[in-house]
């Protein structure tokens, strides 16, 4: 059997020879196309003279890069001309824009994740979320819905192959960007996060300021086949959320930005918005758990378009042992 496009995907999505909506349709075609045009600006990068800072910040108070500007600008201009968008919000401006009225989407996008990696070639991406509009005007107050509300979600990544990585809430396929037609053809049926595994993704450099629970699991995963894990784990750390859930997506893992101690009223370093909420859905639909101390992330009612979340996901097993180990202090 030949594999399907994206398009015959959507033509398809559950296999039971009903077409995606076609608003929907029509979205997430829009979408894959600016991920293929992000992805030519990515890889010429230098010979583009678009490398390093824009000499801007965004509404986090970050150093933008220019392809973080070029990636939104995309990203904004797509959603406008879709017509099937009612707003958009990007991690890159303070308030949502607001396009076509009466339309059904929203959607909310960090249009490059991982910018610290922009300028030393390591795989960065794209992560979008599509919620529902709202009947009248969709203000910033209309994406406050709860992750478990979005209706599809998914990321790009800019890497050894470009990959779109998606669900439309039956499961999660993959798609790999062909260069020579401009073809995305589906790679992955269904992918499924292993429950077990013998790999986390954490930061190692913020140990000293880690909560109890989180200090403990480390250090039982450290502790390696004499410990209370009785097994040797490895450790990835890539610095680009899309590149290090990509990893657990594909072969199992953990990955965790929890948090910590530096800034204590600051929940943690990921949006929920537009990071952890799609990142979260696609680990559900994939059998996986995602959770940020205290409750799914899918459940946390949003209270700010750019709201921080601690983020702890992944395999089963160990988002089982970390739960355990946050109820217990
Ligand atoms: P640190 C990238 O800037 C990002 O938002 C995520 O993609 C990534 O997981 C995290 O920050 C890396 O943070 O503190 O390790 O540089």
């Known amino acids: ?60 108070g970050e150093e933008q890069k220019q392809l973080d500007v070029l990636a939104n600008d995309e990203m904004m201009a797509m959603a406008k001309a879709s017509g099937v968008v009612a707003a958009a919000a990007s991690e890159e401006e303070d308030d949502a824009r607001q396009f076509t009225p009466g339309a059904p989407y929203l959607i909310t996008f960090d249009p490059l994740d991982g910018s610290s990696n922009i300028d030393v ?19 910033n107050d209309a994406f406050l819905q709860p992750g478990r509300n979005q209706i599809a979600a998914g990321y790009c990544v800019y890497g050894p192959q470009t990959t779109l990585i998606l669900t439309l809430g039956h499961g999660v396929v ?30 190692m450099s913020n140990i000293r300021h880690w909560a109890d629970p989180v200090r403990k699991y480390i250090d039982d995963c450290l502790a390696g086949e004499h410990g209370p894990c ?25 990955f965790m930005y929890p948090w910590d101690k530096r800034e204590p009223n600051k929940p943690g370093k990921l949006r929920l918005m537009y990071e952890a909420n799609p990142m979260s859905l696609l680990v559900e639909q994939a059998g996986g758990k995602s959770f940020d101390g205290k409750q799914q992330i899918l459940d946390i009612q949003p209270t700010g378009l750019h709201q921080r979340v601690s983020v702890m996901l992944g395999s089963r097993e160990e988002i089982e042992k970390l739960e355990k180990l946050h109820a217990a202090q």
């Open 1 to 60: 059997m030949t594999a399907r496009t994206l398009r015959e995907f959507l033509a398809d999505p559950k296999g039971d020879g009903n077409h995606a909506p076609r608003e929907l349709s029509v979205l997430i075609e829009a979408i894959s196309d600016s991920c293929r045009t992000i992805s030519f600006l990515v890889s010429r990068g230098a010979l583009a003279g678009i490398l390093g800072s824009a000499g801007t910040g965004n509404v986090q």
């Open 121 to 139: 070639n390591v795989s960065i991406g794209t992560i979008f979320s599509i919620l529902p509009a709202k009947d009248g005007p969709n203000g």
């Open 174 to 203: 993959g798609f790999t960007l062909d260069p020579a037609g401009g073809q995305w053809v589906q790679t992955s049926l269904g992918m499924n996060i292993p429950a077990k595994t013998k790999e986390f993704a954490i930061n």
């Open 230 to 254: 009785a097994k040797n784990y490895n450790m990835r750390w890539i610095a680009s959320m899309v590149a290090d859930v990509h990893r657990v997506l594909t072969r199992g893992g953990v």
